[in-house]
Nanobody, 123 residues
Framework: QVQLVESGGGLVQPGGSLRLSCATSGFGFSGYAMSWVRQAPGKGLEWVSGIDSRGNLRNYADSVKGRFIIYRDNAGRTLYLQMNGLTPEDTAVYYC????????????????RGQGTQVTVSS
């Protein structure tokens, strides 16, 4: 059974940083691309970033490019999202997703995702 457990969210001031983690189990983590998606209050799910199975290739939404970094530890079966230069527009619940290397390959209906972690950017 696929399990994805996000952590690391919280309240941060504009301009601040957070690192999200996603602990995984129940599938061959090192064989899958992974991604992060988010859902802002009152809005739909938005793909944020994806990484290939080896951690060599990365994709980012334009809204986070240059501020967020996705990476992974295959030995530890963990996915990360380093978020810098946070703005109130980044306020959302962030979800770890099995799959979704690109926005175009993410299937919001079938790709497994975790319960999410809340990120709130506010002064």
């Amino acid at each position: 059974q696929v399990q994805l457990v996000e952590s690391g969210g919280g309240l941060v001031q504009p301009g601040g940083s957070l690192r999200l983690s996603c602990a995984t189990s129940g599938f061959g983590f090192s064989g899958y691309a992974m991604s992060w998606v988010r859902q802002a209050p009152g809005k739909g799910l938005e793909w944020v970033s994806g990484i290939d199975s080896r951690g060599n290739l990365r994709n980012y939404a334009d809204s986070v490019k240059g501020r967020f970094i996705i990476y992974r530890d295959n030995a530890g079966r963990t996915l990360y999202l380093q978020m810098n230069g946070l703005t109130p527009e980044d306020t959302a619940v962030y979800y770890c997703v099995k799959g979704g290397f690109r926005a175009s390959t993410w299937n919001r209906d079938t790709d497994s995702r975790g319960q999410g972690t809340q990120v709130t950017v506010s002064s």
